[in-house]
C-alpha cells in the first residue's frame, strides 16, 4: 500500500503531496475554513454572490457561511472556545519568538509616523482601551464629554495634569463601578485618584464631609 505522505492531493491539477484527508495543507485549510477544498476558488466563481451577513461589510460571503472570510474568522473566535484556545496559543508562541523583531518594528514604525498618522493610532488605541475596559466606545466617550462640558463631573475643573513626557493635557478619566462594570461619569486624575484612595465607599465619603465641616477640637 502506497504510503500516505507519498500521494498527491485528491484535488485535480493539485501536485503537492496529501497530508490530511487526502489533501494537500492549502486544500485541507481551505475544506477547515469553506466548508470545501476549493472553497475559496468556488466563492470566486459564484454566478450570484451573497453579500456578508454583517452590517456594513460589502464583502462576498464565503461558498458555505453567510459571512466574509475576515467574519467568519472572528465570528469562529467568539463562539468556538477550541478555535479561540488554539489561536491564543499559536499567538503565544509567535509572540515570544519574535518579541525583539517585534518590538523594534514597532519603534522604527512610531518614529517615520507623521502627526496625523500618529493621531489616529493614538485615537484608535484609545477606543479599543475603552471598549475592552469600560464597554464603551469613543463616541460615548465624547457624548459625556460634551454633555459635561470637558469638565470634571466632581469638581467642575477642567483636567490639567500633562501626561507623562509630554506637554498634552491628559483627558478626563472615566469613572465606573467596579462591581456592576456600570460608568458613572468622567473626572480629573486629582478626583478619580481620591474617591480611589476612599475605597469608593459613599458612607466614608460622607463622614469626610461631616469631619470637614466641623469644628475640630483642638488643645487650648
Request: hydrophobic fraction near 25%.
Amino acid at each position: 500500500m502506497e504510503p500516505a505522505t507519498s500521494r498527491r492531493c485528491a484535488v485535480e491539477e493539485c501536485a503537492k503531496q496529501a497530508q490530511a484527508r487526502g489533501w494537500c495543507n492549502t486544500h485541507y485549510s481551505r475544506w477547515r475554513l469553506h466548508g470545501h477544498p476549493e472553497g475559496s476558488a468556488l466563492a470566486k466563481q459564484k454566478d450570484n454572490p451573497t453579500p456578508c451577513v454583517e452590517d456594513g461589510c460589502s464583502a462576498e460571503s464565503m461558498t458555505t457561511k453567510d459571512r466574509c472570510t475576515n467574519h467568519h474568522r472572528k465570528w469562529r473566535y467568539a463562539n468556538d472556545p477550541e478555535y479561540r484556545a488554539r489561536k491564543r496559543r499559536e499567538g503565544n508562541l509567535w509572540n515570544g519568538q519574535n518579541r525583539q523583531w517585534w518590538q523594534e518594528y514597532n519603534r522604527q514604525l512610531i518614529e517615520s509616523e507623521t502627526a496625523e498618522g500618529r493621531a489616529r493610532r493614538l485615537s484608535r488605541v484609545r477606543g479599543n482601551h475603552l471598549r475592552r475596559k469600560y464597554g464603551i466606545g469613543a463616541e460615548d466617550y465624547e457624548l459625556m464629554w460634551q454633555r459635561q462640558k470637558g469638565m470634571c463631573q466632581i469638581c467642575g475643573n477642567p483636567e490639567s495634569r500633562l501626561g507623562h513626557d509630554t506637554d498634552t493635557v491628559n483627558l478626563l478619566a472615566v469613572d465606573h463601578n467596579a462591581a456592576t462594570g456600570m460608568v458613572r461619569g468622567l473626572l480629573c486624575a486629582q478626583c478619580n485618584r481620591a474617591i480611589g484612595l476612599f475605597a469608593h465607599d459613599p458612607d466614608l465619603l460622607r463622614r469626610a464631609a461631616s469631619y470637614l465641616g466641623s469644628e475640630s477640637s483642638r488643645p487650648q
